[in-house]
């Protein structure tokens, strides 16, 4: 493969984990972020989320759901969710904090808000490389089903990415074409590194 790619979403690690998961099962050189504050997971109420810090390693967030209610974490699809996360990486990791420890060709989000998020902490870095960056918005709900179509969508778009000789030619036919197949939006925008 010849891109490096960085899948995005907001704090809750479903979206952005399986679209690393399925590209990362392809051969693709992926990595994964989360821009929230915290790792956020569904509780035993909304207003009860389970809140830990990025750099906690999923087998203790899978660890501590089992012990706190592991019919409520399996029947809602978390334990599976962080068993799939734990086989990928070990523990989530923050966009603002550890993009930078490379740059990428791609970076996918799943909601318009991260993709603004991300646009605008690229467009404040120092761009010493001046290397392009491809910024691509699919909106995905986020639930198990759509996150597991999301990811199949992100690897079809990554594949059409890979054929090309030069991703900065050829990506308005890329999106003009899957929206024109898939039915689905989508946004992009261009940045630097």
Request: charged share 30%; aromatic share 10%; proline share 4%.
């Amino acid at each position: 493969m010849k891109y490096r790619y960085a899948m995005v979403c907001s704090s809750n690690q479903n979206r952005s984990m399986e679209a690393h998961s399925i590209l990362k099962s392809k051969g693709f050189n992926v990595s994964s972020y989360g821009t929230g504050a915290h790792v956020k997971l569904p509780g035993p109420s909304l207003r009860e989320p389970n809140v830990y810090d990025f750099g906690t390693p999923y087998k203790h967030m899978f660890d501590d759901l089992r012990r706190k209610d592991p019919e409520l974490y399996k029947r809602n699809g978390i334990l599976p969710m962080l068993k799939r996360n734990a086989a990928v990486k070990t523990a989530p990791q923050r966009w603002q904090d550890n993009a930078a420890d490379g740059s990428f060709d791609v970076v996918f989000t799943f909601e318009e808000k991260v993709f603004d998020m991300v646009i605008e902490d690229l467009n404040t870095r120092d761009h010493a490389l001046m290397k392009t960056v491809l910024i691509v918005n699919l909106e995905v709900k986020d639930n198990h089903e759509e996150a597991a179509i999301g990811a199949r969508l992100t690897f079809d778009l990554c594949q059409e990415i890979e054929r090309t000789e030069s991703w900065e030619d050829s990506i308005d036919d890329i999106v003009i074409t899957f929206e024109k197949q898939l039915r689905r939006k989508l946004l992009y925008s261009i940045s630097f590194y």
